[in-house]
Each structure stands twice: as structure tokens, then as C-alpha cells.
T-cell receptor, first 117, second 113 residues
Framework: GAVVSQHPSRVICKSGTSVKIECRSLDFQATTMFWYRQFPKQSLMLMATSNEGSKATYEQGVEKDKFLINHASLTLSTLTVTSAHPEDSSFYIC?????????????FGSGTQLSVL | GQNIDQPTEMTATEGAIVQINCTYQTSGFNGLFWYQQHAGEAPTFLSYNVLDGLEEKGRFSSFLSRSKGYSYLLLKELQMKDSASYLCAVRDMREAAGNKLTFGGGTRVLVKP
């Protein structure tokens, strides 16, 4: 099956620093990638939709200047949490759509646990 | 927008059956998904329903009634490893990105010996 690689899997940083998370589709081309955020014991909340070669579409309430998304190629999207604060500590998960099977299930990365001290 | 409801927690005994219900409200339904998620891990795909009826996959089955805005996930012959959160997600055909999913709050299932 299709594989989505996400790293780092865990990152601990100091408040005020920026953290970059990468999401790669390893064996398929993904025109669209999605970034989700999940707090403990809660469900996935969509943050933004990342389209290759264009600006990301952010969900209501998500600060685009704080969560920078770049989808530079059909296999790579990055999420940068700028000037991270403790309240940004969360589990971040990316997912991708297979260009060849747009109506099929989403493929998820393994997630990144961000802890901001 | 979409409104997706599922129970917060359920407890069942090893070897038994558990049914997780999901109700949704959406104007442009285009498929319902069930995912399993263990703590600290990414969700894994379980099932997909777009037409009414029952889809069976081994110990897992999923049912959909579009007229009622209702789905359930049935887990049979429960095993300890089935203890996880189960997420119901709905796709809306009106969304610009065809595979954009909205997730319910998830149901934590605890399987006891």
C-alpha cells in the first residue's frame, strides 16, 4: 500500500523556537496533503490543506503566519511551527491523497509529537 | 459545516462484540470512513462506505444508512489489541479538495479480559 513518511516523530524545543515537520509520500504522487492536529484524548482537527504549487488553505481559527505550510513538490509538504509556545504542544499528523486514486482512503504519516518547554 | 457524533467511550469483554455508532449531518455526503488509532500513533484505515448497506472485512464490519445519517462499526471476537480509539470521518463532496475529511470525536474502546 501507499506509504507516507513523517519526521521527526518526536521533538522537544524551547519556547520561541521554530520547528519544521516534513511529510513525504514515498511511492505515489500526492497533489494534496492535509495537516491535522490532535490534543490528548481528542480527535483530529484539520489545520490546513496543502496543494502542490499553490498556497495552503487554512481552516478557520488557524493562524497562517504561525503555521507555515510549503508543498514544493508532489511528494513533500512541510509544516513549520514558528515561535512555538507551550500551548502549541500537540500531536501533528499529515495525510496525503494518492493522485491515481483520489476517491480512496487517506494515507497518514506516523505523526509528530511536539513538546514546547 | 458538518456535525459528527459518536460515543466517547465503550468497554467490552474479550471475545465479545461491540458496536460503535456514528451519526452525521452534512449537505454533500460523499463517503464515510472508519479509522483505528492507538495512543500516540497515526490512524489506520478500517473501512469505507459510500452506498447503503453492510461492508464486511474479517472481524470488522461497517454499516451505512445515508437517509438516516447513520453508520456503525461492528467489532467481533474482540481481542485485547482492539483496545484503541475508533474514528468516524465523513467526506463532503462540496469541499474543494476532494479527499478532505471531517472527523468525529472518536470512541475509546477498552477491551477487558
Amino acid at each position: 500500500g501507499a506509504v507516507v513518511s513523517q519526521h521527526p516523530s518526536r521533538v522537544i524545543c524551547k519556547s520561541g523556537t521554530s520547528v519544521k515537520i516534513e511529510c513525504r509520500s514515498l511511492d505515489f504522487q500526492a497533489t494534496t496533503m492535509f495537516w491535522y492536529r490532535q490534543f490528548p484524548k481528542q480527535s483530529l482537527m484539520l489545520m490546513a490543506t496543502s496543494n502542490e504549487g499553490s498556497k495552503a488553505t487554512y481552516e478557520q481559527g488557524v493562524e497562517k503566519d504561525k503555521f507555515l505550510i510549503n508543498h514544493a513538490s508532489l511528494t513533500l509538504s512541510t509544516l513549520t511551527v514558528t515561535s512555538a509556545h507551550p500551548e502549541d504542544s500537540s500531536f501533528y499528523i499529515c495525510s496525503a491523497t494518492n493522485l491515481d486514486s483520489p476517491n480512496e482512503k487517506l494515507f497518514f504519516g506516523s505523526g509528530t509529537q511536539l513538546s514546547v518547554l | 459545516g458538518q456535525n459528527i457524533d459518536q460515543p466517547t467511550e465503550m468497554t467490552a469483554t474479550e471475545g465479545a462484540i461491540v458496536q460503535i455508532n456514528c451519526t452525521y449531518q452534512t449537505s454533500g455526503f460523499n463517503g464515510l470512513f472508519w479509522y483505528q488509532q492507538h495512543a500516540g500513533e497515526a490512524p489506520t484505515f478500517l473501512s469505507y462506505n459510500v452506498l447503503d448497506g453492510l461492508e464486511e472485512k474479517g472481524r470488522f464490519s461497517s454499516f451505512l444508512s445515508r437517509s438516516k445519517g447513520y453508520s456503525y462499526l461492528l467489532l467481533k471476537e474482540l481481542q485485547m489489541k482492539d483496545s484503541a480509539s475508533y474514528l468516524c470521518a465523513v467526506r463532503d463532496m462540496r469541499e474543494a479538495a476532494g479527499n478532505k475529511l471531517t472527523f468525529g470525536g472518536g470512541t475509546r474502546v477498552l477491551v477487558k479480559p
